[in-house]
């Protein structure tokens, strides 16, 4: 039941033969509407991976530069990866950040004799989206001294044949190449 209809049937019954009585419930009924369905979405602002317009207070309180132009899953993945990024880095915590940001299976090795760290994207095929924000996340976290590489995966001819497909039914199906790239066969 819509506030209007409760502020109504709260109302004595002679109220309903006056129009400006009508007019003030009415109008009065869609602004408490307005202000229940914002206590409704209120918890969802208290988390990062449902805030909508608390937003820019996460990026504010976490000292991440705003961009409004940046989709809203991008932006959460930022802060959320701010907040798995504290304390000593490990390679879970590099694991985290990443996976924070592509939501995909990702690997984490080390070349302890060339001071290196590599990221591979195992369940993303090219290059993620989003991939400055992610390098960003992760040489804020890194000890100085470690280079980050990072490793892309893409569909080989060898899983294509072993999918049994040919060029001539990926044609057939209207897949374009830029879909082959990010497919999973």
Same mark, same amino acid.
């Given at each position: %039941?819509?506030? =209007? ?15 400006? %009585? ?13 202000? /229940? ?7 969802? !602002?208290?988390? $990062? ?5 608390? %937003? ?8 991440? $530069? !705003?961009?409004?132009?940046? $989709?809203?899953? !991008? ?14 880095? @490990?390679? /879970?915590?590099?694991?985290? =950040?990443? =996976? ?11 070349? @302890?004799?060339?001071?290196?760290? %590599?990221?591979? *994207?195992?369940?993303?095929?090219? =290059? ?23 490793? *892309?995966?893409?569909? @080989? ?8 497909? @040919? ?19």
């Amino acid at each position: %039941m819509s506030k =209007v209809e409760e502020l109504r049937d709260s109302l004595p019954s002679y109220y309903d033969e006056i129009m400006e %009585m009508q007019a003030i419930t009415a109008a009065e009924g869609e602004e408490l509407d307005t202000v /229940a369905a914002e206590v409704e979405r209120l918890p969802q !602002q208290f988390h $990062p991976e449902t805030a909508t317009t608390a %937003m820019p207070l996460w990026e504010r309180e976490l000292g991440i $530069p !705003q961009d409004a132009g940046k $989709p809203l899953d !991008q932006r959460r993945s930022v802060v959320i990866s701010k907040m798995r990024g504290s304390g000593t880095v @490990t390679r /879970a915590m590099i694991e985290n =950040v990443a =996976v924070a940001y592509d939501k995909g299976e990702v690997e984490v090795s080390e070349d @302890t004799e060339n001071y290196k760290v %590599m990221v591979t *994207f195992i369940s993303t095929r090219g =290059v993620p989206a989003n991939l400055s924000d992610i390098r960003k996340a992760i040489l804020d976290i890194m000890p100085a001294h470690l280079a980050v590489e990072f490793i *892309f995966t893409y569909l @080989t001819f060898g899983e294509l044949d072993e999918s049994g497909m @040919t060029f001539g039914d990926i044609e057939a199906a209207g897949i374009t190449f830029e879909q082959l790239e990010k497919r999973h066969l």
